[in-house]
């Protein structure tokens, strides 16, 4: 049974930082593609990030130069730091995970694509 579960939310101010993750249980990290997502409140859910093993992470250009995911497959735990945060970056943020094959094999950051989804953490950032 694939569980994934979030943490590392909460309030900061705008310029702050925040570093997300998410424990990952029941599922081959290395090789797979996975995801964080963020859902505002009346917005859709959108992708924030994507990342696989030998291929280089891709970002929303509303996050390029301020998040980075990464990974760390003995840990099986997936990250999110996020910097010089906004308060348009307030938002319930989701790790996701594909059923197989790489983040390449996918369109870009399309919700539709993953089948494993965390409860979400939920991030506010004030002005």
């Known amino acids: 049974q694939v569980q994934l579960a979030e943490s590392g939310g909460g309030s900061v101010q705008a310029g702050g930082s925040l570093r997300l993750s998410c424990a990952v249980s029941?599922?081959?990290?290395?090789?797979?593609?996975m995801a964080w997502f963020r859902q505002a409140p009346g917005k859709e859910r959108e992708g924030v990030a994507d990342?696989?093993?030998?291929?280089?992470?891709r970002y929303a250009n509303s996050v390029k130069g301020r998040f980075t995911i990464s990974q760390d497959n003995a840990k099986k735990t997936l990250y999110l730091q996020m910097n010089s945060l906004k308060p348009e970056d307030t938002a319930i943020y989701y790790c996701?995970?594909?059923?197989?094959?790489?983040?390449?094999?996918?369109?870009?950051?399309?919700?539709?694509?993953?089948?494993?989804w965390g409860q979400g953490t939920q991030v506010t950032v004030s002005s």
């Open positions: 996701a995970a594909a059923e197989s094959g790489s983040c390449r094999d996918l369109p870009v950051l399309f919700r539709y694509a993953y089948r494993y």
């Open positions: 029941g599922y081959t990290v290395s090789g797979s593609c």
């Open positions: 990342i696989s093993s030998y291929y280089s992470p």
